[in-house]
T-cell receptor, first 114, second 116 residues
Framework: DTGVSQDPRHKITKRGQNVTFRCDPI?????LYWYRQTLGQGPEFLTY????????KSRLLSDRFSAERPKGSFSTLEIQRTEQGDSAMYLC????????????FGPGTRLTVT | GQQVMQIPQYQHVQEGEDFTTYCNSS?????IQWYKQRPGGHPVFLIQ?????EVKKQKRLTFQFGEAKKNSSLHITATQTTDVGTYFC????????????????FGKGTKLSVKP
């Protein structure tokens, strides 16, 4: 399968714990995006990378969220000290090296904070 | 900040009826993309519109981009049960109007259900 993959698909954690998600984009895609989606809403932009550089981050994103793409391939999204409001589907997408190209989404990681 | 609004939020149709969803941006867009998300699935790209007044067709789907590049619509002719899902428009900001090139701003989507 050559699509975008995400791991894990589901994560249940207790409030206050740290969690980390991984995204593997389509291999020839230089751009990688993270979104968060809650029920009844569209995906909400969190951050994006071009190769290993993090070029933009949502102003709404808490300091508890951090993302990396160290070698310009896979990316990780970490949430520290999780809160119940962090419960959501976390989607990763990738695209070719231009903002005009369509984004290919992965299956997402569903996070439940208890 | 930039906002993208979609109406209606829900649409229930009888199979064979037409369906339209509308998308409006608070700012001028450089382009607009449409995605479909099936229940339990992830967004899948349908099409991108770039030019003012552009109209594109994909079989029974017709997409339009407004002259001012602030609104768009998706029209499905003779819906089928396979059309079920949530349709999102996603706008990409224009740097000429203070927008960001880096990310897509999604609307809340229109959830389509089709009764056989």
């Amino acid at each position: 399968d050559t699509g975008v993959s995400q791991d894990p698909r589901h994560k249940i954690t207790k409030r206050g714990q740290n969690v980390t998600f991984r995204c593997d984009p389509i291999s020839e895609h230089n751009r990688l995006y993270w979104y968060r989606q809650t029920l009844g809403q569209g995906p909400e932009f969190l951050t994006y990378f071009q190769n290993e550089a993090q070029l933009e981050k949502s102003r709404l994103l808490s300091d508890r969220f951090s993302a990396e793409r160290p070698k310009g391939s896979f990316s990780t999204l970490e949430i520290q000290r999780t809160e119940q409001g962090d419960s959501a589907m976390y989607l990763c997408a990738s695209s070719q090296d231009s903002y005009t190209y369509e984004q290919y989404f992965g299956p997402g990681t569903r996070l439940t904070v208890t | 900040g930039q906002q993208v609004m979609q109406i209606p939020q829900y649409q229930h149709v009888q199979e064979g009826e037409d369906f339209t969803t509308y998308c409006n941006s608070s700012t001028t867009l450089s382009n607009i993309q449409w995605y479909k998300q099936r229940p339990g699935g992830h967004p899948v790209f349908l099409i991108q519109l770039v030019k003012s007044g552009e109209v594109k067709k994909q079989k029974r789907l017709t997409f339009q981009f407004g002259e001012a590049k602030k609104n768009s619509s998706l029209h499905i002719t003779a819906t089928q049960t396979t059309d079920v899902g949530t349709y999102f428009c996603a706008g990409q900001g224009s740097v000429n109007y203070g927008g960001s090139q880096g990310n897509l701003i999604f609307g809340k989507g229109t959830k389509l259900s089709v009764k056989p």
